[in-house]
C-alpha cells in the first residue's frame, strides 16, 4: 500500500508516518519502506519514529527497526524495475546499469567531449575546461 502525507511541518509527517507503522505489517520480517531525501532526514526520523515506536505508556524508550530509508529516486527505480518485471542481478541494488544514470552517464560524456574538444561546435567549453586547445 502506498501512503502520502503532506504537512507544514517535519515533525506533523514523522507523528503521521508513527501511526502508519503502529500497525504492524502480516509478515514480521517484511520490511517498511519511506521515501527520504536525504541521509541526515533519515537519521532524524528515525530517532523521531524511536521516541514513540514500542514505547512504554508515558515513555520514550522505543525503537525503530526494519525500516528501509530509500531516496525517492531508489524508490522509483525499485518500482519501474519491478514493472518492467527486470531480474536483480549483480549490477546494483535495483537490477540492470541505466545508461542515463548521471553517474554513469559523466564518464561517456567526457569520453565524447575528450575525442571531440577540438570541434568548433566546442570551442566554449574547450576554453573553459582550459583545454589548451581552440577550435577556432
Not at 79 to 95: E, I, L, N, W
Amino acid at each position: 500500500m502506498l501512503s502520502l502525507h503532506r504537512a507544514e511541518r517535519s515533525d506533523t509527517l514523522a507523528d503521521a508516518l508513527a501511526d502508519v507503522l503502529r500497525t504492524p505489517l502480516a509478515d514480521p520480517m517484511a520490511t517498511e519502506i519511506v521515501a527520504v531525501p536525504a541521509r541526515g532526514v533519515e537519521r532524524w526520523l528515525t530517532q523521531h519514529l524511536a521516541t514513540t515506536l514500542g514505547a512504554g505508556a508515558g515513555r520514550t524508550d522505543g525503537i525503530a527497526a526494519n525500516i528501509d530509508f530509500s531516496s525517492p529516486a531508489a524508490l522509483s527505480e525499485a518500482v519501474v524495475d519491478a514493472v518492467r518485471a527486470t531480474p536483480r542481478s549483480h549490477t546494483g541494488p535495483y537490477g540492470h546499469h541505466d545508461p542515463w544514470e548521471p553517474a554513469r552517464m559523466v564518464w561517456q560524456v567526457l569520453a565524447v567531449l575528450d575525442e571531440n574538444i577540438d570541434d568548433p561546435a566546442l570551442e566554449i567549453i574547450a576554453r573553459h575546461i582550459g583545454s589548451g586547445r581552440s577550435a577556432t
